[in-house]
């Protein structure tokens, strides 16, 4: 596996040039998530208005899918137009159960303490480029692959992820405006990840 900063870099040059497809997607994922999600929550006020909000957030499950398998594709260079990041809707049933199990383990380890929450959201990290790479598999066995590919590379991983904290706290000052930004250099630099994950596996 490589350094952090290598992983960015790379990152950076599958950007170089794509940069508005990049941040073209992030906005679609963020206005279909956010304000729909949020205008819906508005108009159905009070407790239905709340349950409106999190029927949403569970029917958001395959694009938040497909927005991350965007980058894997762009990276890829293969086909990066922007109704590929509805494609998690053409397998509904399999990527929403996975999306589903992997937020509800990681909901119940920060439950209970912070630190098992964090560690199972990286055990799973690698499960929705699994789900991409393998057709045929299961949403449960999806999450074991991710699983055993993570043995030995969740303290890495976490330290990668950790190395944005300036971006995250750039998007902050910037009344989240950043978050264009960061979405699409974070995204990759996973995707890269990945990628080495994948290799050293196969």
């Excluded at 596996?1 to 679609?28: C, H, P, V």
């Excluded at 137009?81 to 119940?108: M, P, Q, S, T």
Aim: charged fraction near 15%; proline fraction near 1%.
């Amino acid at each position: 596996m490589g350094k952090n900063q290598s992983y960015k870099n790379r990152a950076l040059a599958s950007l170089e040039g794509k940069w508005s497809n990049g941040i073209i997607a992030t906005i679609i994922f963020l206005l279909i998530t956010g304000c729909v999600g949020q205008g819906a929550t508005t108009v159905f006020d009070g407790v239905t208005g709340y349950g409106i909000s999190g029927f949403w957030t569970l029917l958001c499950l395959p694009l938040g899918w497909g927005f991350t398998i965007f980058f894997l594709r762009l990276i890829r260079n293969e086909d990066i137009a922007y109704e590929r990041l509805f494609d998690g809707y053409k397998d509904f049933i399999r990527i929403f159960l996975a999306g589903f199990l992997v937020n509800i383990c990681i909901a119940i380890g920060f439950i209970l303490l912070i630190v098992p929450g964090v560690i199972l959201l990286l055990m799973f990290s690698q499960t929705e480029y699994i789900l991409k790479d393998n057709k045929e598999m299961s949403a449960v066995d999806a999450m074991k692959k991710s699983a055993e590919m993570m043995q030995g590379h969740k303290m890495e991983l976490f330290w990668l992820l950790l190395s944005f904290i300036g971006w995250f706290i750039l998007a902050i000052l910037t009344f989240g405006f950043g978050v264009i930004f960061l979405e699409p250099y974070l995204e990759t630099t996973m995707s890269h990840y990945y990628e080495d994950l994948k290799a050293e596996n196969a």
